[in-house]
Nanobody
Framework: QVQLVESGGGLVQAGGSLRLSCAAS????????MAWFRQAPGKEREFVAA????????TYADSVKGRFTISGDNAKNTLYLQMNSLKPEDTAVYYC??????????????????WGQGTQVTVSS
């Protein structure tokens, strides 16, 4: 089993920044990549950003491109999301996810086997 623990969420004013962290533990040897998703009240969970360790490939949702940066350290099983120029519409619970295989589109929730409990990000206007 793999355990994921997110941290770094909080309340910030529009235009501000936050850095989310995710620590993975357990059977992480099958870590093909990780990602951040988010879910706002009354909405479905949506993709934010992903990283695959092979060639350090990263991809972002259009809504966060240029404002958010995903990074991580596969050897240390840690993942980060630097969020700048935050907007009220970024308010959501942010989830860290880890792939157990190389199968599937990294921008979809179905590609990830393990999930954290989430951390709340609230952006005030």
């Amino acid at each position: 089993q793999v355990q994921l623990v997110e941290s770094g969420g909080g309340l910030v004013q529009a235009g501000g920044s936050l850095r989310l962290s995710c620590a993975a533990s357990g059977r992480t040897f099958s870590n093909y990549g990780m990602a951040w998703f988010r879910q706002a009240p009354g909405k479905e969970r949506e993709f934010v950003a992903a990283i695959t360790w092979l060639r350090s490939y990263t991809t972002y949702a259009d809504s966060v491109k240029g404002r958010f940066t995903i990074s991580g350290d596969n050897a240390k099983n840690t993942l980060y999301l630097q969020m700048n120029s935050l907007k009220p519409e970024d308010t959501a619970v942010y989830y860290c996810a880890l792939r157990g295989t190389a199968i599937g589109d990294v921008r979809t929730a179905q590609a990830y086997r393990y999930w954290g409990q989430g951390t709340q990000v609230t952006v005030s206007s």
